[in-house]
């Protein structure tokens, strides 16, 4: 028997990106900020990248930011989505997230903008990155994170739950932080590290959202989805829910969006090293000013216990 994890319908991802790749431009404000915060942590590491890849790279805003920043000399564009491929600026590559057509160790620097949160086997896709990148080579990747849209989740599934008497999966799951961390050690990188930022935006009302979701063509690609679209009773128990429990005071909705930025390096010999266990150079208790005592065995008068 052959289990299937897959979580995304890919296909229908890549037509809908496609669907709406002409107006990405007008609802890019996630990715530019990912765009900018990338480009500003690559500005601190004084490398030299001859040879990027942008994986996953949408209508090509963050390769752009990376051809004007200096000791990246070329920087290639990856994206399953032709429409969106074709508004890119330089080398480009029409291929899946899950399937890199890169030798190993051909890459020094593999960056990617809210991508690899709808990839289907994420722990596969960095083992490849890894394998990809020359030793030393740099992993920077920002994808959505586990909070990610939390109030329509909520709101969606309470609706659900009592208008339809049990609910569907209707928003994406997405990694925590700490798991990420742990994936990136799992694939094999050196001096893995995942931080995680919330950008919280408002709307007018919850369907506004929904609109700017379809728009990013991020809409419920999730292959156990329910076919059928919220009948309207249940949605309009989905907006009043979502008011009640999330409302601004100003009439506002809001929604968050938790941006997890991946940053590791293919393994290299040159790199910082753990200390072996028993090769520290002082005591403990010296650097705490206390006294060393077996385990188990009480301070007498005067002695100070931490």
Known sequence: ???????????????????????????????????DD????????????????????HHGLLGRRLRRLPGIELVIDMEPAARLLAQCGGPRIRADEEALPFAGESLDLVVSGLALHVVNDLPGTLLQVRRALKPD????????????????????LAAEEEIEGGASPRVAPFA????????????????????????????ADPLALMRELRA?????????????PLRRVT??????????????????MPATFEIVTLTAWA?????????????AKARLAEVLGTEE??????????KRRR
Do not use: C, W
């Open 1 to 35: 028997m052959t289990l299937d994890h897959r979580i995304f319908d890919r296909r229908l991802l890549v037509e809908r990106r496609n669907r709406v790749a002409d107006g990405a431009a007008d609802h890019d404000f996630l990715l530019a900020r990912v765009a």
């Open 38 to 57: 990338l480009a500003e942590r690559l500005s601190a590491i004084n490398r030299q990248f001859p040879i990027a890849l942008n994986l996953g790279a």
């Open 137 to 156: 080579g740099l992993l920077l990747a920002a994808m959505l994170g586990g909070t990610t849209l939390t109030e329509l989740r909520t709101a969606l």
């Open 176 to 203: 925590d932080v700490r798991d990420l961390g742990a994936l990136l050690q799992r694939a094999g990188f050196a001096l893995p590290v995942a931080d995680s930022e919330t950008v919280t935006v408002t709307y």
């Open 216 to 228: 990013m063509g991020g809409a419920n690609a999730l292959l156990a989805r329910k076919k059928s």
């Open 235 to 252: 949605l309009a128990r989905v907006l009043e829910i979502y008011a009640d429990r999330f409302g601004l005071a100003n009439g506002r």
């Open 267 to 279: 393994p290299h010999e040159s790199q910082q090293k753990p200390l072996h266990p028993g090769s």
């Open 293 to 302: 005592r077996p385990a188990g065995e009480s301070a007498g008068p005067g």
